[in-house]
């Protein structure tokens, strides 16, 4: 008898492994980490693994996007508006997340992190201009989620280049552009 996703035993070995998976990243670069290092951390054989992830740059992607969420509370970013403050906290989200993966994951996985949160962040931005425009869900604010994503994760990448004000002080003047 196959059991839920929502089985709490299912979901404590998901995040075992996760857990462990994040703490060998802190002690290894990402290329270097093989299935039995994380199966052997998590204390499940390999076929466990294996329902639960199809291999490691799954699990890569899966971590980072729940990461990512965490970081950007996503119950509370989901009941913002699309506002000054709600804009600032996405944009330290990230830049907090991209700053916690700087150490852990090397340059050779740049594309998969930037598109997990372009993604995380288009879903946010088209919930929150939905509630804008409740009666209008089309292509035009599916686009518009889409450009705010890539601005804000452009921006996010170009802060970390420079670093000269905080994050906050940072996105500030660009608000009102992205707000309209």
Same mark, same amino acid.
């Given at each position: 008898? @196959?059991q839920e996703k929502t089985d709490p035993r299912i979901l404590r070995t998901r995040k075992l492994i996760m857990d462990s998976f994040i703490e060998i990243s802190g002690k290894k ?8 290092? &994380? ?19 799954? $699990?890569?992607?899966?971590?980072? =996007?729940?990461?990512? $969420? ?5 119950? *509370?970013?989901?009941?913002?508006? $699309?506002? @000054?403050?709600? &804009?600032? =906290? ?26 997990? &949160?372009? @993604?995380? $962040?288009?879903? &946010? ?7 804008? *425009? ?13 450009? *705010? ?17 905080p994050p906050e002080e940072y996105i500030k003047p660009l608000i009102p552009f992205i707000i309209k």
């Open positions: 008898m @196959e670069e990402f290329k270097d980490i093989t299935i039995k290092d &994380i199966t052997t951390e998590a204390m499940v054989n390999r076929a466990t693994f294996y329902y639960h992830f199809e291999d490691k740059y799954d $699990l890569l992607e899966k971590v980072l =996007s729940e990461v990512l $969420l965490i970081n950007l509370n996503s119950d *509370q970013v989901d009941q913002n508006e $699309l506002n @000054e403050e709600t &804009i600032v =906290s996405i944009f330290v989200a990230i830049t907090n997340f991209q700053n916690s993966l700087s150490n852990r994951c090397h340059r050779g996985y740049e594309d998969t992190i930037a598109r997990i &949160i372009r @993604e995380q $962040l288009e879903i &946010i931005f088209y919930k929150m201009l939905l509630k804008r *425009q409740p009666n209008d869900e089309n292509q035009a604010l599916k686009q518009t989620a889409v450009m *705010q994503s890539w601005g804000l994760y452009g921006t996010a990448v170009e802060w970390r280049r420079n670093r000269e004000v």
